[in-house]
């Protein structure tokens, strides 16, 4: 990860709904009901997360990871 960026782990919960997205190589975890909150709440950790001192990343980059399933 460079100083630039910070790239999150986005899935989506089946069983319950909503999505959850943790930020790789950081302790900042968030969830939201849709895609428009989870962003939306993204960006909020990320503020809450760096402060004045820390060097705050430009670009938040969302990997957004699907399981699928067949059954054998």
Known sequence: ???????????????????????LGFGIHTQG??????RRNVKEAVDCYFDDVMERPRLIRLHYVRDEVLVA
């Not at 009901?33 to 989870?38: F, I």
């Open 33 to 38: 009901d849709t895609l428009d909150e989870l």
């Open 1 to 23: 990860m460079s100083g630039t960026e910070i790239i999150f782990e986005v899935s989506e919960d089946e069983i319950d709904g909503g999505y959850s997205a943790s930020a």
